[in-house]
């Protein structure tokens, strides 16, 4: 049967007093799941270019890990294709911007996967 917080927060307190740091730290990371570390991935983005051809030109790419930008930028079918991934530190956001000059766009299919349980996608 689960511990209520506050039976788990005395009985931590009875080993902190007591000097038992490792009953400490064992019993509260047995409260945590597998998803209660601070640092994880949130998952893998796939990007499928549709209609690109495969004799596309050589990748140009650029990274500044101060602002937290990747860009890259190929040619294919004498049409540019820019990507760039902006994450910037402490904004909570990761965004992925597709620019070309071709008329007709970018055809992209995305797939998200996430090795979070809990998690739900959702196309919005």
Do not use: K, W
């Not at 490792?22 to 990007?47: I, M, N, S």
């Not at 540019?80 to 910037?88: D, H, M, T, W, Y």
């Amino acid at each position: 049967m689960p511990r209520s917080p506050d039976g788990l927060l005395e009985s931590v307190r009875d080993h902190v007093r007591a000097g038992r740091h490792a009953d400490e730290g064992r019993e509260l990371r047995a409260t945590q799941g597998a998803d209660a570390e601070a640092f994880q991935p949130v998952g893998d983005l796939e990007l499928e270019f549709v209609g690109s051809p495969a004799g596309a030109e050589p990748y140009g790419r650029s990274l500044d890990l101060c602002d937290g930008d990747a860009r890259g930028e190929r040619t294919a079918a004498g049409h540019l294709l820019r990507q760039e991934v902006i994450a910037p530190a402490g904004h909570q956001v990761i965004a992925v911007r597709l620019e070309t000059d071709d008329l007709v766009g970018v055809g992209v299919n995305l797939r998200l996967t996430t090795p979070q349980r809990r998690a739900e996608i959702r196309p919005e």
